[in-house]
């Protein structure tokens, strides 16, 4: 579930991937040692000593739920350039540190959070520790790499715009959110974007980098008590406190709607998307059920139907994503241009389905061991388990939420994926990606 790159198959993915979809590895995991310093900086530590390796993730409440049209894309562009050099290091010798520890450092920006991550061997946990925080606390933020940053990312937005799921995506969020932020692209607007300088990138990083809206997170072989110490002492000079409260955003739109865009491409694509609850409320673990029971792999329903018995779609699925505010779920399928009208109405004809009649025991049982095994499978490695620490956290859910979770999946019954399905599957916004006649 961490940031990836946003090519088509990945925002497929890593929507998918932004949420706890699967079931706890077998046996109780490491229990988690938990800090919170007098500047407010919260550090998570998982002993974890099945492998000599470490990872760490930085995670701070940064993101497009803080962005504007106007500077869309800020988050984003300033963790690129924040890896690109220090007051210390080079863009060069911060590889190169890494590469010599056994490891690798990135960062990324995201929705509700941003991340700088790294692993390494397990034995170079302090110099793993020192080079994230000097990527984090000493930015250089050089000229040139802000120039060379700024080239890849209009490219990847003009690359967005040219692919037809990515488009229709983008566009369905839109207008799903209307003035909400979270209806604004991850990579920002062409527009925001060209305006960016240095100046503008160090006020957002001096306003988000405080403690108080910043979790570490560390899981491998290593010392709960002696990490504890060493970040403590790295991140002493960090300033205090969460800065300005958050303002609240407008809230989303959410008004049914229909909207066509015609593109040159060799499939259609139908997007259904509906408001969805946030992490924290407690029809969040109905609906992840019902994400899986209507796109959940071959088993799913649309699948099953609209793929194997009538095969209507290349490509289908729904997902639902994790969301600290109000979320989405959205249906997608693509397909020939010469079957779209009846692929529409058959994804809707599924909805209406699932919506009017209790899912069979079976059905259901298949469904809650398909997330919940996901989960599992996606939270085997250290530098996962990093992040879903301090993601959890980050969020307001706590680092132990994943516990709660998995038990409330395994209490979601039939009656409880109808009422969420009567809920929140009620009226769709649809966006149509249609080919241009050849």
Same mark, same amino acid.
């Given at each position: 579930?961490?940031?990836?790159?946003?090519?088509?198959?990945?925002?497929?993915?890593?929507?998918?991937?932004?949420?706890?979809?699967?079931?706890?590895?077998?046996?109780?995991?490491?229990?988690?040692?938990?800090?919170?310093?007098?500047?407010?900086?919260?550090?998570?530590?998982?002993?974890?000593?099945?492998?000599?390796?470490?990872?760490? @993730?930085?995670?701070?409440?940064?993101?497009?739920?803080?962005?504007?049209?106007?500077?869309?894309?800020? +988050?984003?562009?300033?963790?690129?350039?924040?890896?690109?050099?220090? $007051?210390?290091? @080079?863009?060069?010798?911060?590889?190169?540190?890494?590469?010599?520890?056994?490891?690798?450092?990135?960062?990324?920006?995201?929705?509700?959070?941003?991340?700088?991550?790294?692993?390494? /061997?397990?034995?170079?946990?302090?110099?793993?520790?020192?080079?994230?925080?000097?990527?984090?606390?000493?930015?250089?933020?050089?000229?040139?790499?802000?120039?060379?940053?700024?080239?890849?990312?209009?490219?990847?937005?003009?690359?967005?715009?040219?692919?037809?799921?990515?488009?229709?995506?983008?566009?369905?969020?839109?207008?799903?959110?209307?003035?909400?932020?979270?209806?604004?692209?991850?990579?920002?607007?062409?527009?925001?974007?060209?305006?960016?300088?240095?100046?503008?990138?160090?006020?957002?990083?001096?306003?988000? !980098?405080?403690?108080?809206?910043?979790?570490?997170?560390? +899981?491998?072989?290593? @010392?709960?008590?002696?990490?504890?110490?060493? *970040?403590?002492?790295?991140?002493?000079?960090?300033?205090?406190?969460?800065?300005?409260?958050?303002?609240?955003?407008?809230?989303?739109?959410?008004?049914?709607?229909?909207?066509?865009?015609?593109?040159?491409?060799?499939?259609?694509?139908?997007?259904?998307?509906?408001?969805?609850?946030?992490?924290?409320?407690?029809? !969040?673990?109905?609906?992840?059920?019902?994400?899986?029971? *209507?796109?959940?792999?071959? @088993?799913?329903?649309?699948?099953?139907?609209?793929?194997?018995?009538?095969?209507?779609?290349?490509?289908?699925?729904?997902?639902?994503?994790?969301?600290?505010?109000?979320?989405?779920?959205?249906?997608?399928?693509?397909?020939?241009?010469?079957?779209?009208?009846?692929?529409?109405?058959?994804?809707?004809?599924?909805?209406?389905?699932?919506?009017?009649?209790? *899912?069979?025991?079976?059905?259901?049982?298949?469904?809650?061991? !398909?997330?919940?095994?996901? /989960?599992?499978?996606?939270?085997?490695?250290?530098?996962?388990?990093?992040?879903?620490?301090?993601?959890?956290?980050?969020?307001?859910?706590?680092?132990?939420?994943?516990?709660?979770?998995?038990?409330?999946?395994?209490?979601?019954?039939?009656?409880?994926?109808?009422?969420?399905?009567?809920?929140?599957?009620?009226?769709? $916004?649809?966006?149509?990606?249609?080919?241009?006649?050849?």
């Amino acid at each position: 579930m961490s940031p990836k790159p946003l090519s088509l198959c990945l925002i497929v993915t890593g929507a998918l991937a932004v949420l706890p979809p699967a079931a706890p590895a077998a046996g109780p995991a490491p229990p988690v040692f938990r800090q919170r310093y007098a500047n407010g900086l919260t550090l998570l530590v998982r002993e974890n000593p099945a492998a000599p390796v470490v990872a760490v @993730s930085l995670q701070v409440r940064m993101g497009t739920r803080w962005e504007r049209p106007e500077n869309a894309g800020l +988050s984003n562009f300033l963790q690129h350039v924040m890896v690109k050099g220090t $007051t210390r290091r @080079s863009a060069m010798e911060i590889a190169e540190a890494a590469e010599e520890i056994g490891g690798a450092v990135s960062a990324s920006g995201d929705t509700d959070f941003s991340e700088i991550r790294g692993t390494a /061997l397990a034995g170079n946990w302090r110099a793993l520790l020192e080079l994230v925080a000097d990527v984090g606390l000493r930015p250089s933020l050089p000229p040139d790499e802000i120039e060379r940053e700024r080239g890849v990312i209009l490219s990847q937005i003009e690359s967005r715009g040219d692919l037809p799921f990515p488009l229709a995506f983008d566009t369905l969020l839109a207008t799903l959110y209307g003035p909400h932020p979270y209806g604004l692209p991850v990579l920002g607007r062409r527009q925001a974007v060209e305006r960016v300088d240095r100046a503008l990138l160090l006020d957002h990083y001096r306003r988000h !980098y405080r403690a108080g809206r910043i979790v570490v997170a560390v +899981s491998g072989q290593v @010392s709960a008590p002696a990490v504890a110490e060493e *970040v403590g002492r790295l991140w002493a000079d960090l300033p205090a406190g969460g800065g300005a409260p958050d303002p609240s955003p407008p809230p989303p739109a959410g008004a049914p709607a229909r909207q066509i865009l015609e593109r040159p491409a060799a499939q259609a694509q139908i997007l259904m998307g509906y408001l969805a609850p946030p992490l924290s409320d407690p029809d !969040y673990p109905a609906v992840k059920v019902l994400s899986t029971l *209507v796109g959940g792999g071959m @088993s799913g329903r649309l699948f099953a139907e609209l793929r194997n018995r009538q095969g209507l779609a290349y490509s289908l699925g729904a997902f639902f994503p994790s969301r600290v505010e109000t979320s989405f779920f959205v249906i997608h399928m693509g397909t020939a241009p010469e079957n779209l009208e009846r692929a529409e109405e058959g994804v809707r004809r599924e909805t209406a389905r699932i919506r009017q009649d209790e *899912v069979a025991e079976d059905e259901l049982q298949r469904a809650k061991a !398909y997330l919940l095994g996901n /989960l599992a499978l996606d939270r085997r490695t250290n530098a996962r388990q990093a992040w879903y620490l301090a993601f959890f956290e980050l969020a307001g859910v706590g680092h132990e939420f994943l516990d709660r979770y998995v038990a409330a999946v395994e209490a979601v019954i039939a009656e409880d994926v109808l009422r969420a399905a009567r809920r929140y599957l009620a009226s769709p $916004t649809v966006t149509v990606l249609k080919p241009l006649p050849k």
